[in-house]
C-alpha cells in the first residue's frame, strides 16, 4: 500500500507540526478537529509553524540558523525550492469536524490527542468503525501505552505508536514502536512512512512507557519541578544551573514550556498513579517527589491561562 492521505487527529502543539511536516513533504494531509473553537485555536498554531520553516530556512541560507535536516539536505539545499514546499504545505493542509469525512480514504490516521486515556478511548471508539479497511492507526502519545488502546481499534495488527520530538523540522526523530499485537508489516511501513517525511525512524522493539526520549526526558522534568514545588529554587534558577553545567540549551521549565503546561499536568498525574511506568531505580527515587506541589505550580498557571510557548507564557513570557 502506497501511502499518500495522511489525517491527523488533533491541531495542538505536535498535532500542527506533524501536519505542517507531512504536507511539506508532500503528502494530502487533513487536520481532523472536534469543534469550530478548537479551528481558532490550531490556525494560529500552523501559522507559527509556518512562520518557524521560513524562518529555519532563512537561517539555513544564510548561515545564521541551524541545519534542519527536516526541511532538506545541506548536498541540495534549493531555498527557493524549499520555500515553495512550505506555501504548497500551509495552503494545502485542510482543517475538518466530520469525522466520517476526514477519514474516508486515509492511508494513515495520526493520533496526536492529550494525554489522556479516557479521551483516547472514546476517540478510538468513535473513530474505529470509520476506517477503511488499509488504514494504518498510529497513536503519538509521549507516555500513554499502544497496548492500552489496541483492542478499541479494531484493528490491533495496523495499530502502533509513532512518537515525535517537538519541533520535528529540526528534531527530526521518529520513534516508531509496535503494541505486541501489531503486523510487522505495518511496523515497517510506518518506519518507511517515517523516513518518507525525512524523519529519522528509531525502532523500538518492545513497548516502554516513554519510548525513547521520554524515558529520559520525563525523569529531568519532574526533578526540575519537584525542587520548585519544594521552594528549593525558581525556575530561572533551575534552568540555568542545567544550562550552564551540562550545555544543555535549555533547562527543565523552559522544555515544559515548549512542550505545554497542560501535557506536562498529563504527564505528572499519569506518574503519580501508575509508578509502574518507572524502572525500579526510578521509582525510587521519584516516589519521594512532591507530586501534589507539582500539581498544584501547574494548575494555578493553566487556570490563568499560562499555558507555555503556545499562549504567550508559562514559567516565561514568550513573544
Known sequence: MDIKKIVVAGGGVLGSQIAFQCAYCGFDVTIWLRSQG??????????????????????MADGTGAWCAGIANSDDFDKDACLKKVED???GIKLEL????AVSDADIVIESMAENETAKIDFYKKIAPLLPEKTILVTNSSTLLPSTFAKYTERPEKYLALHFANSIWKNNTAEVMSSGQTGRKYFDKVI???????MIALPVEK?????????????????????????VSDPKSIDLAWKHGTGSPKGPFEVLDTVGLTTAMNIVEQYQKVPG???PVLRKMMLPYNFKGMKAILQKYIDEGKLGMASG???YKWN
Open 38 to 59: 478548537s479551528i481558532g485555536r490550531t490556525q494560529p498554531k500552523l501559522d507559527k509553524v509556518h512562520a518557524a520553516y521560513i524562518d529555519a530556512i532563512d537561517g
Open 89 to 91: 504545505a500551509y495552503n
Open 98 to 101: 466530520d469525522m466520517k469525512k
Open 192 to 198: 518507511s512512512f517515517a523516513n518518507d517525511i525525512r
Open 207 to 231: 513497548e516502554k512507557s516513554g519510548y525513547l526520549l521520554n524515558s529520559m526526558l520525563v525523569p529531568f522534568l519532574l526533578s526540575g519541578l519537584d525542587l520548585y514545588a519544594n521552594g
Open 277 to 279: 511506568l518507572l524502572t
Open 313 to 315: 507564557e508559562g514559567f
